[in-house]
């Protein structure tokens, strides 16, 4: 009974897409109450502007050491990847719904200490994820699974930074936590459902496949990449409600829509970046949108009101979430199924390094170069990547290979 009711989406692309894009709504949405719900509800708790973001800091630290998730994932990969979904899954939601009976103002440490629970579920989660994708899909879907993926999170923070505010301004904060945790509840009972073939043993050491695996040309050259192609994003994505306040004299509101359009903007852009790079090839849809990106990026000089800015805001979020699906891809292809949980999140973890990096220093560069001069800086700067690119030789997608 138990067999038949379990789903072999190997041989169903549309519940691949699904599985995946559901997973990745979660995480957006417990994203969002990270980075909108908690500054707010802390400010409302007294708690100064230098805490909370210490606070919201120490609680994300879990997202900086990603790929140590990984590797605990793939040391024990005889026990598959489900499993480890559904104990991500597990730690977020009850971090969440706990943190709804804790007082900051009161218990700052324990309230700390269930975002971090929270965060380190949504990594397990989030790792454990990318390495069923790897193991279950062939190159010719991995584009629209990562376009899939991409957008589903993005429309999980979008709807989160749209709807959660209003649910914590109209209801309170608690109702918020428990809301988000019984949504995600309902996410991860998904893949109970879902068949696994589970990698029995590693015939190698996990440590000597690990290192052979980086001292492979391509895979370095992808880990260089991985860097050099987010460094546009840190420079604009702190700087851009910054200028839209400063500039264009925008309050929180209008800033928080503008926001919500980019990130709507990023799901359709995953959601085509995917099928192209299953279509064309991993490099020419590289191509295609870094190039239409520099061009966007650059012509942020000439927004000189709101609307001019939404539209061309809009585009970049578009040509991110698309050459971002793309470059998951790409990952995803050179990825050896056995340790993927580890090596995906090295990837991407190095991509995270590249946005965050420049994120801490745009509000310096900001001072010192002005926005014109920063906004062609961030067109400027996707120079390196394409040379990386050039340099990268893919073997062509095998179209006949099957999931």
């Known amino acids: 009974m138990i067999n038949f009711l379990m789903i072999d989406i190997t041989r169903r692309s549309f519940f691949k897409y699904w599985l995946f894009g559901s997973l990745y709504f979660s995480e957006g949405l417990l994203k969002a109450i990270a980075v909108v719900i908690f500054p707010i509800y802390l400010i409302g708790k007294d708690i100064s502007p230098e805490l909370i973001t210490l606070i919201v800091g120490i609680g994300a630290l879990p997202v900086i050491i990603k790929f140590l998730w990984g590797g605990i994932v793939d040391y024990f990969i005889r026990f598959g990847r489900k499993i480890f979904i559904i104990i991500g899954g597990l730690f977020s ?96 009972i998904f893949p109970l459902f879902i068949k696994e073939n589970k990698i029995k043993k590693i015939r190698k050491k996990f440590g000597k496949i690990l290192i052979s695996e980086f001292k492979k040309k391509i895979v370095i050259l992808i880990a260089i990449f991985a860097v050099l192609l987010k460094l546009s994003e840190g420079l604009i994505l702190i700087v851009a409600p910054i200028f839209m306040n400063i500039n264009l004299q925008l309050d929180i509101t209008q800033v928080g829509l503008i926001t919500m359009i980019f990130m709507i903007a990023m799901a359709f852009g995953s959601l085509t970046g995917g099928t192209l790079a299953d279509k064309w090839g991993r490099k020419k849809s590289l191509y295609l949108f870094i190039f239409v990106s520099i061009i966007f990026s650059a012509s942020l000089i000439f927004s000189n009101n709101w609307q001019n800015f939404t539209f061309l805001y809009s585009i970049l979020g578009f040509l991110q979430g698309g050459y971002t699906s793309v470059f998951l891809a790409m990952c995803m292809d050179v990825t050896n199924p056995q340790i993927g949980a580890t090596q995906f999140s090295i990837f991407t973890s190095l991509s995270n390094f590249g946005t965050l990096g420049l994120e801490f220093i745009s509000g310096t560069l900001f001072i010192m170069l002005g926005f014109t001069r920063l906004f062609l800086y961030s067109a400027w700067v996707f120079g390196p990547a394409l040379l990386i690119l050039y340099i990268i030789r893919l073997k062509p997608i095998n179209k006949n290979s099957k999931g």
């Open 93 to 188: 939601i009850i971090g969440t719904f706990l943190v709804s009976f804790i007082d900051p103002s009161v218990n700052l440490i324990a309230f700390t200490l269930l975002m971090f629970i929270c965060w380190m579920g949504v990594m397990f989660l989030d790792v454990s994820a990318d390495a069923w994708a790897i193991e279950i899909s062939c190159e010719k879907e991995r584009g629209k699974i990562n376009g899939a993926m991409y957008a589903g999170q993005n429309i999980g923070l979008a709807s989160g930074a749209a709807l959660l505010p209003f649910i914590a301004q109209n209801i309170s904060y608690p109702a918020v936590f428990t809301i988000a945790s019984v949504i995600v509840l309902l996410i991860i």
